[in-house]
Structures are given as structure tokens and as C-alpha cells.
């Protein structure tokens, strides 16, 4: 039952790998978003605070296509990526990891959001007052504080990267160790006759790493609430 093949363990594979990938590059940009809309008030604000989730409100299938106008190789940005970096993105590992990027990006901006919010403000005030820039007291006060948050959104977005499919299979389509991720190869071993028995132990597998993935989430964030004392 659970002896993998080398396709499932491809598939598995590719998965991990591009999940981790959307996560270490959405985060730094999830972690600005996440201030700027915790921390300011500005005209405009309830529209970023709009496409920032639009990714949870519209079909993934209409962000898989946006991500294809937008990036693709005639795209309004990745035509100019292929002319001056010789950089494709369309039907590529990387091109899925960008899918789950955007797919993730409004849960892991909420739990980071969150986080920000409960930092005490009085504690930044007295670090100002005592001569530390902004800069010196987000790196040393708010970012700390708000780490457990940090963390929970990084491992959401993963698990939710793990599981994408409508937007990847729109942008970079199904290929077999490039861009078939877990969801993907479940899918296509569905519509195959024969492909229950791979089917189910992909099934599993996937159910696996985002449980695992979760309970580490919360082991870490509770040690860090302990070590923080909140």
C-alpha cells in the first residue's frame, strides 16, 4: 500500500520543493503587507487590503489565468523577464511555486496581520523614546513579538502551497517532474483507469505532511510564546 513509485516519490518531491520555494519568497513581502495594513492608515488602504485576498474570494482557476496574462512569455511581465534574463517561468517548477505563492499569500498575511496587532504599541513607544530608529525597533521589539504569528503563516502558506491546484494547472500545466505537484499527480491518477491504488497513497501522503506541518507550526509557536513570556 505504501511502497512509492518513482513517480509518486517525484510528485512528492516536487511538492515539497515548491512549497518551501513560495514560502521563502512571499514571506519577506507577506511580513511588509502585513504591517503596512496593520500598522497605517492611508487612502487606499481597504483596496490592497482587497487584492490582497482576492486570491480566497475569486476561482483559483481566474489567478492561474491572471498569472498567465501577466506572466506568460508574451505577458505584460514576463516578456520583459524572458528578453532581459532570459527567465520563463510558464511550464516551469518555478512557475508553480509562484501560483502557490499567490494562492497562499492572503492566509499567511492574515496570521501575520494578526500578530502585529497584539504587539503592545507602548513597548515600540518606550524603545523610541529611549533614542532606537524604526527600523531598529521593528528588527528588535515587533518582529520578535510577533514571531509565533510569523511562524503560523509561513507554515499555513506551506500547507496551503502544498495543496494548490486550479491556479498551477492553469499557469504551468500538468508536466511530470517539472510542474505535477501532489494535487496534480492525484488528479491525473484519478482520471486513469487502474490509478486508486497510487491515487490513495498520494491521498495520504498529502494529508501526512500538512498534518505534520501544522503540529510542528504549534510546537514552535507555543515554545515561543513560553520564551516570550506572552
Not at 4 to 22: D, G, K
Not at 192 to 214: K, Q, T
Amino acid at each position: 500500500m505504501f511502497s512509492l513509485t518513482p513517480l509518486e516519490i517525484e510528485a512528492l518531491a516536487l511538492s515539497l520543493r515548491v512549497a518551501l520555494a513560495s514560502v521563502l519568497g512571499s514571506l519577506p513581502i507577506a511580513i511588509v503587507v502585513a504591517w503596512v495594513l496593520a500598522r497605517r492608515e492611508f487612502p487606499g488602504k481597504l483596496l490592497l487590503d482587497g487584492l490582497v485576498h482576492l486570491p480566497l474570494v475569486i476561482p483559483p482557476v481566474a489567478v492561474g489565468y491572471i498569472l498567465l496574462v501577466v506572466f506568460g512569455r508574451n505577458g505584460l511581465i514576463g516578456e520583459w523577464l524572458f528578453n532581459q534574463f532570459g527567465i520563463t517561468l510558464i511550464f516551469s517548477w518555478s512557475g508553480a511555486a509562484l501560483a502557490a505563492a499567490v494562492m497562499a499569500f492572503p492566509l499567511t498575511v492574515r496570521a501575520i496581520r494578526l500578530a502585529l496587532s497584539y504587539v503592545d504599541p507602548r513597548l515600540e513607544n518606550a524603545a523610541r523614546t529611549l533614542g532606537a530608529g524604526r527600523g531598529r525597533v521593528a528588527v528588535t521589539i515587533t518582529l520578535p513579538l510577533a514571531l509565533p504569528g510569523i511562524l503560523t503563516g509561513a507554515v499555513l502558506g506551506f500547507a496551503r502551497a502544498l495543496g494548490e491546484f486550479g491556479a498551477t494547472i492553469t499557469f504551468v500545466s500538468s508536466i511530470p517532474g517539472e510542474t505535477r505537484t501532489l494535487p496534480l499527480a492525484l488528479y491525473a491518477l484519478v482520471q486513469s483507469p487502474g490509478g486508486d491504488e497510487s491515487a490513495g497513497r498520494l491521498l495520504v501522503i498529502s494529508v501526512v505532511v500538512a498534518m505534520a506541518a501544522l503540529a510542528v507550526s504549534e510546537i514552535l509557536a507555543r515554545r515561543l510564546r513560553r520564551r516570550l513570556g506572552t
